[in-house]
């Protein structure tokens, strides 16, 4: 039984870093753009070396935000809603379940953060990094569970349990 669970978060958390790498690939591209240190000519393109590093680095920072937050969103499912079926879970829920795990991580951060700088004002460079988890979080919360009621028949008819 822990070994099922700790299979359905690990897959839950390689499908959320899936579904997070488009999210780091556009805000990778938009980033290489936006650096400032090309020569200090500021309508300059970014070498292919600092493009690339630009969206890897992004790339790998988002799906590895997307894990974390699909295991969290995982472990909170599995807790909160481990009395209902797959089928018995709504859109509406499961994406609010999504939108608290994705946002766990940035909460962490920034509290954390705040204990060594108190100074630092949330606002600012905190609304959109927690504004685009939350939607991602929502968005791949809503997906997993569309994706496991798609497999639910398919799992029981193999003889595995859907839940």
Known sequence: M???RLRAVLVTALIWACLWLPVGLIIGIYRSFKLQ???GVPWAL????????AILVNVAAWMTWGAFSGAVFA???ASIERRRDVSALS???TATWGTLGAVALPTIVLAAFLAVEP??????LAVWPLTISALAGAASAA???LLAKRAGPALSSAGVPAA
């Open 2 to 4: 822990i070994l099922r």
């Open 37 to 39: 240190s090309y020569e």
């Open 46 to 53: 970014p070498s292919l070396e600092q493009f690339l590093m």
């Open 75 to 77: 472990v909170l499912l």
């Open 91 to 93: 859109v509406r829920r």
């Open 119 to 124: 100074e630092f004002s949330l606002l600012s």
């Open 143 to 145: 997906t997993t569970l």
